[in-house]
């Protein structure tokens, strides 16, 4: 990767696949976009980026690298693969991008202060995966024909979702009048079973029904 195409794709603003840092403050903080990289669909952090776009740098771009290698290794789980790219602008300035592509180790997962928490990509936002969304990576990796008994829990799910279009976990649980952890596993199984479609958010997912591809 060239400058002139770093400063073409930080000229396209932050997005699903791109993440800008000005430096490495904070590493902890920082792999989770990373994290978030992997389990949704590739992407690419640029440390030395101001968050307008701007290609400024950043002095001693290698303690950057370092911070953030130290942190991937440590902090990460399983073991994240990943490009590195440095490029210098000037003799004191320089930046850094890690290329990360969908991973089928997913989903991967931040292992910090005795708690695994992973990691999705909305938008150019990077949130902290669902129960659901993280079984469904993790069972994705290895598709299969889901087969699922269609009964009352069902019937009642879809004819929600026909009249409503889209529906909460908590939603379908008090309207079906069952546990989380049972309306839990029946939405992922839908969703493996390409029934339905989860739309991760930062606080509740919605899921709806998937459209079918003509």
Excluded at 55 to 61: C, D, K, T
Excluded at 74 to 103: C, H, M, Q, R, W
Excluded at 185 to 202: W, Y
């Amino acid at each position: 990767m060239t400058l002139q195409e770093v400063k073409s794709l930080a000229a396209k603003g932050e997005g699903l696949k791109i993440e800008f840092k000005k430096k490495a403050a904070h590493p902890d903080k920082i792999v989770r976009e990373l994290i978030a990289f992997a389990n949704t669909a590739g992407g690419v952090l640029m440390i030395g980026v101001d968050d307008d776009g701007t290609v400024s740098g950043q002095r001693f771009i290698e303690e950057e690298v370092y911070v953030m290698e130290k942190a991937i290794k440590e902090l990460i789980f399983p073991e994240l693969s990943y490009d590195l790219i440095t490029l210098p602008l000037n003799p004191k300035k320089g930046v850094a991008i890690f290329k990360i592509e969908l991973s089928g180790n997913r989903p991967h997962y931040l292992k910090y202060q005795n708690k695994r928490q992973a990691f999705i990509r909305v938008a150019d936002r990077s949130v902290q995966a669902s129960i659901e969304v993280w079984e469904i990576l993790k069972r994705s990796k290895s598709p299969k024909d889901m087969v699922f008994t269609y009964g009352r829990k069902e019937e009642i799910l879809l004819k929600a979702l026909n009249e409503k279009e889209k529906i909460t976990l908590k939603e379908f649980s008090k309207l079906a009048r069952i546990p989380k952890f049972l309306a839990s596993k029946t939405l992922v199984r839908l969703v493996l079973a390409n029934v339905l479609k989860i739309h991760p958010q930062e606080s509740d997912d919605y899921f709806t029904l998937k459209e079918v591809e003509v």
